[in-house]
């Protein structure tokens, strides 16, 4: 008569990043760098989380950039305590520290949203200089990115980005 359909057996839920993680290679490692870098002050202390930060983690090394020679000594000093404290946050996957002279560290700017950017718009005179350039191409796709990139440019001059042809030196 009727088969009997045997219920699927019952599972754990797996979280997403964890099922990511398995999937695409290295992003493990990824999660658990960007991780680290957002919860570096809790890991090193305020003082030495102003003069360093982590910039990569690289088959369990956790590369950090120190802004100066006395707080890379200083860091270098207390390899062994960072490396528990990141361990215990962040599990067994980082198995050494280097430190290394790096850029200066900013300051982090206040976590606020980020204002929308106006858009920038051509002025008409700017919107007939662009049509007179692109209009000798026939092409519909080159023409459009030619636009593109044409108007691109004249905002970025108004802007004062991109120095004009008549302002740029040759040495």
Known sequence: MWGTMALPARTRPVRVGDLLATAVPGLRERLIESEIQVKWEGVAGPEAARRSRPVALRHGVLHVDVDNSPWLSELTLRAEDLLARVRSRHGPAVTALRFSLGAPVRAAAPRTRPRAARP????????????????????????????????????????????????????
Do not use: H, M
């Not at 991109?162 to 302002?167: E, G, I, M, N």
């Open 120 to 171: 920038a718009v051509l002025s008409a005179e700017d919107e007939r200089s662009v049509d007179s350039i692109v209009a000798g191409v026939s092409d519909p796709g080159l023409a459009a990115s030619l636009r593109r990139l044409v108007a691109k440019d004249f905002i970025a001059r108004r802007r004062g980005d991109v120095a004009s042809p008549s302002r740029r030196t040759l040495s």
